[in-house]
């Protein structure tokens, strides 16, 4: 799940607000949100 939620945050199709959200679902952990969000 983690590679198609950093993928789609890197095309735009999720913002922070959606990672905070598969944060708290318990899809990706909170490092996992850092990296992601790392990766622009």
Do not use: P, W
């Not at 993928?7 to 952990?29: Q, R």
């Amino acid at each position: 799940m983690f590679s198609y939620i950093k993928e789609y945050y890197v095309m735009g199709l999720y913002t922070s607000t959606d990672l905070d959200i598969f944060v708290s679902a318990k899809m990706i952990t909170e490092i996992e949100k850092q990296e992601i969000m790392s990766a622009l």
